[in-house]
């Protein structure tokens, strides 16, 4: 029996049946899914999984198979750096909710899941929230964001929870498609989902266990089916998407507007930073890669470890 996974809270999944019954499933023993990936959790969030029912326990199942993933998304596991949690799997799309003002997304935050979804092959689209509270220099400061990731080759949007503006945009945006839904404390990501589903209690603080004694502290991704078709995660918690094992020569290919100069550095092991003969640095200087985004894209830089051979 096929089943996709909900909600996992590490020792307990719950999956729901193609044919729309949700059972509370367990894993037999400990298998290897994808042999690239080492993940502290097994299975997660989005998962296609192979159910067998467990007799005389009603809802109950055990998973025995997991298909291969489309993608998924990963943070660093708090069980060890060099460990991949896996948030969430199988996404056609990535939200990151942000605002212009109360509180001001930075964009370091923004650049840092852009490029956490272009190195996991996901398409990502910017929502700006609280338009109604943007005056003129939020308004300018929003247009100009808009432009230069626009120009980059993403999607952005401003919309209202309070004012229920863009809420059918938004709707539409997600008609259809796995989305997953990730912001900041404070940027409205709860707001914004209760008007996509209203009457949908989030549960975003705490998560009961299974024998339902007991409260994790910790919150985890759930997933939701939209009523107009499509489903939400939502990621509770989670602030940053983690650059797991990234080469530095790596990042500047997930800073999708440098990709055609990549070729047209001097060295080919170029960092872009002040190597003789960069054709992004000339770029940045030409006015032709935004200067933001390069500053960004250094701060990143010195977060990547080198690899020790
Ligand atoms: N002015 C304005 N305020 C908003 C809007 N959307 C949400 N808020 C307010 O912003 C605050 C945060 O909203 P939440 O929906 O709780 O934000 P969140 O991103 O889910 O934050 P956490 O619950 O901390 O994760 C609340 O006081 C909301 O009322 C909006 O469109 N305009
Ligand atoms: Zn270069």
Known sequence: M???IYKSTGSWYVAKTAEGETLQARMKGVFKIDEDIT???PIAVGDEVTLAREDGEAGNAMITGIAARRNYIVRSSPHGKHKKHIIAANLDQAVLVCTVKEPRTSQGFIDRFLVTAAAYHIPAVLVFNKKDVYRAKEMEKFEHWKAVYESIGYKVMLVSAEKKDGIDELKALMQDKTTLMSGHSGVGKSSLINEIMPGKELKTKAVSNWSGKGLHTTTFAEMFDLPFGGRLIDTPGVREFGIVDMEKTELSHYFLEMQPYLTQCQFNNCLHLNEPGC???????????????????????????????
């Not at 200087?285 to 020790?308: H, P």
């Open 39 to 41: 993940s502290t959790n």
């Open 2 to 4: 096929q089943a996709l």
């Open 279 to 309: 054709a992004v640095q000339q770029a940045v200087n030409d006015g032709d890669i935004d200067v933001d985004r390069f500053v960004s894209y250094a701060s990143i830089l010195e977060t990547i470890e080198e690899k020790q051979y």
